[in-house]
Each structure stands twice: as C-alpha cells, then as structure tokens.
C-alpha cells in the first residue's frame, strides 16, 4: 500500500510533504529555512500549514540555539527585530493579537513586561516560542 494513502488528514499530507526531521547540517537547516519562508509567505495559512510551520520553526529554532547563540537581547529588541524580519508594522500586530498599540509601543522600549497571555499572542503571530520575550537570564 501507498504511504500517501494512509495519511488522511491535511497534517498528515503536509508531514509526508515536507518530511520534517531534525537539522544536523547547514544543508538541512537551508532547506528547512526555504520551507518555512514558502509558507510564511502565503497570506493565510490552514491549521495544518499553522501546525507546521510552528513545528519547522522549532527546529530551526533548536538547531540555532546550538550553532548561533544569540547575544542576550532584550524582549523589547526581540520584538523590534521581529517586526524588522517580517517587515511588519506595530499597528498590524496590535490588530492581529488584540494587544493595543501603547502596550506594544511601551514593551518595544522596555517600559513594560508582557503577561504570559500576550507573550503567548506575539509568539503564536510570529511563530516563535513565548520565551523569546521573556528578559534573559
């Protein structure tokens, strides 16, 4: 029997799609990389592409932790860096996330902490872990 067959859910589809595995090489890590651009770049995403693309950044995110350690940041220049990256605005996350734009604005220039909900909300927009915005240790 077909592998392809037995997969029934989009999920399951995506997973045999894009095979995602754990990033040993540079090669692998580019690769993974190029997936989760092609699916940051669809203007909506299903839940199984959502699914995915948090799964692909948790890789990316573990393989990186071990090859590029990051200077300490604060979560205000994580934020910043992030909205940089995805060439996005303050506005339309504040509209994305239902956190006001003065919440955002005083959390960029560290006036403010987040709660874990409203980590929670920057982490699920940006696909990254809620920890990114937590101060460093």
Do not use: C
């Amino acid at each position: 029997m077909n592998v392809s067959t037995v997969a029934r859910t989009p999920y399951e589809r995506l997973l045999l799609q894009f095979a995602p595995r754990a990033i040993r090489s540079h090669t692998q890590y580019q690769r993974v990389l190029r997936q989760v651009d092609g699916l940051m770049r669809k203007p909506k995403l299903s839940r199984a592409e959502d699914d995915l693309l948090e799964l692909l950044a948790s890789l990316v995110a573990q393989y990186e932790q071990t090859r590029f350690p990051a200077p300490d940041v604060t979560p205000g220049e994580m934020l910043a860096h992030l909205l940089e990256a995805r060439g996005t605005t303050v506005e339309v996350v504040a509209t994305a996330t239902g956190i006001s734009k003065t919440t955002l604005a005083r959390f960029l220039d560290g006036s403010q902490a987040l709660d874990a909900t409203r980590r929670a909300q920057l982490a699920k927009f940006f696909h990254v872990s809620a920890d990114s915005f937590l101060p460093a240790e």
